[in-house]
C-alpha cells in the first residue's frame, strides 16, 4: 500500500528521492537528472538507497517500481525466479502466513547474502557437497519455528520416528534462537504496523 512523503521523505540524509511523473518519467533530485529503469537497477547493485515518489500525489511507489524492476529482469532473458517458486509465493497471498512471509523472505536473502563469499568458496574449492544444502536448512528451520510459533499444534509429530535419527540437541538450540529471532521480527513488525 502506498503511503504519503513526510517530512523526513525530501532527500536529506543518505536516501537520494526519485519523482515518478505521469508521463512514466523518473527524476533523480539528487543528480537534477532523468532516468531510466535501469538506472534504478544499477542503484540497487551499488547499495545506494532511494526511495520513488509519485511526483503528483507524494506516495511511495519504491515498492511496485523495484517490482516493476525485476519483472523487466525476468522478461529480458535474466530469469531468476522459478516458476515453482512463483507459483508458491503467489499462493501466499491471502493466506494466513502472508504477513510471515516478507521477513521469512528478507532473513532468507540476508542469510544468503552473507554466506555468499562462503558459496563461492566452496564452489571454486570444488567442494562436492551441495554448499546451498546449510542455507536451505537453516531456511526449513526458520520456517518450522515460524510454523512452530505462530500456528498452533503445527508440529503434528513430536516423536522421533525408527527410521528417524535422534534429533540432535545443536539444531534444538538453533531452533530456539530461530523462535526467538521470529519473536523479535514479530514485534518490529508489529511496532511498524501501528
Known amino acids: 500500500m502506498a503511503r504519503k512523503a513526510n517530512a523526513s521523505d525530501t532527500g536529506t540524509g543518505d536516501t ?8 512514466r518519467r523518473l527524476y533523480n533530485t539528487s543528480s ?5 529503469l535501469d538506472d534504478l537497477a544499477k542503484m540497487v547493485r551499488e547499495n545506494i538507497d532511494f526511495q520513488v515518489l509519485d511526483a503528483k500525489s507524494g506516495d511511495d511507489i519504491t515498492h511496485s517500481i523495484l517490482t516493476q524492476i ?4 525476468e522478461s ?3 530469469q531468476m525466479l522459478p516458476v515453482s517458486f512463483l507459483r508458491q509465493l503467489i499462493g501466499m ?4 502466513m502472508q504477513s510471515l512471509m516478507p521477513s521469512y523472505l ?3 536473502m540476508t542469510n544468503f547474502r552473507e554466506n555468499q563469499s562462503k558459496i563461492r568458496e566452496a564452489f571454486d574449492k570444488g567442494m562436492s557437497a551441495n554448499p546451498l ?11 518450522r519455528a515460524a510454523a512452530e510459533t505462530l500456528i498452533p499444534g503445527a508440529r503434528k509429530d513430536t516423536a522421533v520416528k525408527p527410521t528417524q535419527p535422534p534429533a540432535d540437541k545443536t539444531s534444538d538450540k538453533e531452533i530456539a534462537a530461530l523462535r526467538d529471532q521470529m519473536a523479535a521480527m ?4 508489529d511496532e511498524l504496523g501501528k
Open 93 to 96: 497471498y491471502g493466506n494466513s
Open 32 to 36: 537534477s537528472s532523468y532516468i531510466t
Open 133 to 143: 544444502a546449510a542455507i536451505h536448512e537453516t531456511n526449513m528451520a526458520l520456517m
Open 186 to 189: 514479530q514485534k518490529k513488525l
Open 16 to 23: 537520494i528521492i526519485i519523482k515518478k511523473y505521469a508521463n
Open 106 to 108: 528478507e532473513a532468507s
Open 70 to 73: 525485476i519483472m523487466d529482469e
Open 76 to 78: 529480458n532473458g535474466g
